[in-house]
């Protein structure tokens, strides 16, 4: 099994920035994609960003040139940096990784999520 703690989120002012942190630990072999999610009250989750082991990112519209994704291989560590933030920001974060294990070949894992807030 794999899990996934998240952490980083927080209140925050628009325009500030915040940094989540997702760690994965458990019986891995490799990790393939990392993801951020988030969901808002009353909608959908969406991808937010992705980053796959090669290194190739992938950004929503609505948060390309203020979010960044990144990864630490050897610390089984997805990080997702938030700058310029606005209120329509404001969701639980989940973090979601596709790996495999002793048990499976390729599998989805996620993280319990954690709540950012942007409001003045």
């Known amino acids: 099994q794999v899990q996934l703690v998240e952490s980083g989120g927080g209140l925050v002012q628009p325009g500030g920035s915040l940094r989540l942190s997702c760690v994965a630990s458990?019986?891995?072999?490799?990790?393939?994609?990392m993801d951020w999610y988030r969901q808002a009250p009353g909608q959908q989750r969406e991808l937010v960003a992705s980053i796959s082991s090669g290194g190739t990112t992938y950004y929503t519209d609505s948060v390309k040139g203020r979010f960044t994704i990144s990864r630490d291989n050897a610390k089984n560590t997805v990080y997702l940096y938030m700058n310029s933030l606005k209120p329509e920001d404001t969701a639980a974060y989940y973090c979601k990784v596709v790996a495999r294990t002793r048990e499976s070949l390729r599998s989805d894992y996620w993280g319990q999520g954690t709540q950012v807030t942007v409001s003045s």
């Open positions: 458990g019986s891995i072999d490799s990790i393939f994609t």
